[in-house]
């Protein structure tokens, strides 16, 4: 069951409006990475559902965030269908996100108060996921639509909540560009956790990028 509901998970992102997107096989380094992105001042935290076994990392993560990281909220990513959004769920995931929008994966995450950020190329997409309740739309994939398809949806539909994934960096350049667009939050993953300081644990350096990024989207 969610440590956090709906409106807890929201009141987090508003409050730190950057949600690293991250996996690994390995649950220490898993585990050391989300404590590193929570004393950065990261408050929700996208674990991906990618590798063989993943949710079994998954389970190891949310476990060890609530002894070490109690306001941390533990989401899961790259989400496509009711069945693994049910599982992650029944683990403890707080939030779950989608590399696409799929109203049946809507419909089992209303029904326990989670929330549901779908993937989103379009603005008919956008327009459909707001009616199937989600809360928050994540305008992916970023570095193709770029902010100015986030401008030009917003125009029409202030009231949007975006989320932007892909190409995002921690740079003051390129968070204040999208912040400028109207995005309201950004997904960040692989500029976060460059492969050779994940590999040498250098977890200090996760830490010291959260904290700057968040400076400049705060």
Known sequence: MAKFNKLAVMA???EAPMVPVFYHKDAEA???VV???YEGGVRCFEFTNRGDFAHEVFEAVVKFAAKECADMAVGVG????PGTASLYMQLGACFVVGPLFNPEVAKVCNRRQV??????GTVSEVGAAQEAGCEVCKVFPGDVLGPKFVKGLKAPMPWSKI???GGVEPTEENLTAWQKAGADYVGMGSKLFPKDKVESKDWAYVTDKCKEALSYLK
Do not use: F, Q, R
């Open 12 to 14: 987090k992102m508003e």
């Open 30 to 32: 898993a585990c050391a």
């Open 35 to 37: 404590k590193a992105c």
């Open 78 to 81: 790259s989400v496509v269908d």
């Open 115 to 120: 929330p549901y950020i779908p993937g989103c």
């Open 163 to 165: 989320m932007v994934t």
